[in-house]
């Protein structure tokens, strides 16, 4: 991987994980909530949880880096429970995706520590 891979494997690594880590923050909310409440709330956080699997795949289909292709059938996974209401395992799911994605990054950030660009 060159510079230019590197840094571009890294953002969209820091920028899923980002996404991840507010996804799991909506889950949890959104689980909170009362029934009455939870109906227009589960709406939106299947469109944002959507959207963040998007942006998982383009990450992969940019990057080609495995981890994060492993990070989109983890979060796959996550969107699936989160419809059936199951949102303990969506919270478990997602903090699986945070790891691959984490793993992802990590060849990205040596190589730009090792240029001293980090």
Known sequence: M???EALVSFLYGE???VGLLTAARLVES???MS???RVGAEKL???F???LAGEINLAFNVTQVSHYGEAGRIFGKCVENAKSGKYDEAV???SEAISATTTGCQEAAEIL???ELL
């Open 2 to 4: 060159n510079v230019k």
């Open 30 to 32: 959104v689980n909170d």
């Open 92 to 94: 478990r799911r997602i």
């Open 113 to 115: 520590r090792m240029r």
């Open 15 to 17: 920028r899923i994980k």
């Open 35 to 37: 029934d009455e409440d």
């Open 49 to 51: 949880l959507n959207l």
């Open 45 to 47: 956080l299947l469109d």
